[in-house]
């Protein structure tokens, strides 16, 4: 028997979950001597009340919904997919190539072939530790971990010696053609008496990642290989035993992850940059895993979770910007997130699953 209504589990332990973490941020806030109701209500005005606060929090979780995605269907086969930010680097230089080297006709053409490009460069780059995993037992947090570094490193050198127009500083590709430059949502929702998301980056990937959370509900809990990939998370052995293939589910899952985990680089090279530089992933892939944990591995729960960790960014943001209260501060908010999230779930749950246990019995 369920030890927690499934609402509670899904709603109710992750609400209690951010108010502690809310609760702790404004006694760290309170301890560097600033006003924590102020500095809440001067994130909320940045982040969502002016359509351009708008703009960039749906940005950043644009770029949180894809490794988040990323990371839940790996959780899915029990795999620890640490290797995001490496996948989404290597991807964003498929991305450079498809829009430096192909003239498209349209940017609606090259977003299909940009798309394209990620998800394969991604998921090459998510397959060899998924290779090594499946036939070798290399452990996948230590291989993409490994792989994290090589892309930043292979990155920089192609920048450097290769992409780099003749005679820049700057190690960065040079600018894509003007047909391949997403439209930004200034662009499609300002009219001249209203304008709208001013300056802000937010762009058309945000729909993509729309769509790729109803693909990865629809392949979860909608088709043979979303069952394969659960069976074989719930229980190798008994997934075995039904003629489940743990190799192959194994790769296939980190294909998955890894081609997810690359898209978010068309929101950040091709959307935002309009070339290819290096950072531009910004840690958005170790992001990922705190969006899987609070979003409870479930699209939709990925979903609200990266909208409130673009709050959290843009909210730091205006933090920096308009008072003294550091930058980093909204890290520790992060961090304290992730804390009650993930490793002090349990401390949330027991008092919960006992609460509800005493009702039973009281009703019955």
């Known amino acids: 028997m369920r030890t927690l209504p499934h609402w509670a589990d899904v709603v109710l332990i992750p609400l209690i979950s951010l108010l502690l973490a809310g ?5 760290v806030v309170l301890a560097i001597g600033e006003n924590p109701i102020a500095a809440f209500k001067l994130m909320v005005e ?15 979780a644009t770029n949180f919904i894809f490794t988040g995605l990323a990371v839940a269907v790996a959780f899915h086969a029990r795999l620890f997919n640490i290797g995001g930010e490496g996948q989404a680097i290597v991807a964003g230089l498929g991305v450079a190539l498809v829009c430096l080297y192909i003239p498209w006709p349209h940017w609606s053409i090259a977003l299909i072939g940009a798309t394209v490009a990620a998800g394969l460069f991604g998921a090459l780059w998510a397959f060899i530790p998924a290779y090594l995993q499946a036939e070798r037992g290399s452990h996948i947090v230590i291989t993409t971990i490994m792989f994290n ?5 292979l990155l920089n050198y192609v920048l450097v010696n290769l992409l780099r127009p003749a ?8 600018p894509f053609p003007e047909a391949t430059h997403l439209p930004t949502f200034q662009a499609l929702f300002s009219t ?19 769509i790729a959370c109803v693909l990865v509900w629809l392949l979860i809990w909608r088709t043979k290989l979303g069952y394969e990939i659960r069976s074989f998370g719930q229980s190798e052995t008994a ?12 790769v296939i899952a980190m294909l998955i992850s890894g081609a997810l985990a690359g898209m978010m680089s068309i929101n950040t090279t091709m959307g935002e940059a309009e070339r290819l530089v290096l ?10 895993i705190a969006v899987a944990l609070m979003g409870r591995n479930h699209p939709f729960g990925v979903l609200l979770a990266a909208l409130l960790f673009g709050f959290l960014y843009q909210g730091g943001a205006e933090l920096a910007l308009w008072t003294d209260i550091p930058r980093e501060l909204i890290v520790v908010i992060q961090a304290l997130v992730i804390m009650f999230t993930g490793a002090l779930d349990n401390m949330v749950r027991m008092p919960l699953e006992s609460l509800f246990a005493m009702l039973r019995r009281g009703n019955s």
């Open 23 to 27: 609760l702790l941020s404004a006694l």
């Open 46 to 60: 940045g982040s969502l009340m002016r359509s351009s606060g708008w703009g960039y929090t749906l940005y950043y």
């Open 149 to 153: 570094f090589i892309a930043a490193a």
């Open 167 to 174: 005679g820049a500083m700057d190690p960065a590709s040079g």
């Open 192 to 210: 001249a008496d209203t304008p709208l998301f001013r300056g802000a980056p937010a762009n058309v990937t945000f729909f993509l990642a729309l």
């Open 239 to 250: 997934a075995n035993y039904a003629g489940i293939h743990p190799k192959r589910t194994i």
């Open 279 to 288: 950072n531009s992933v910004e840690g958005a892939g170790f992001i990922g």
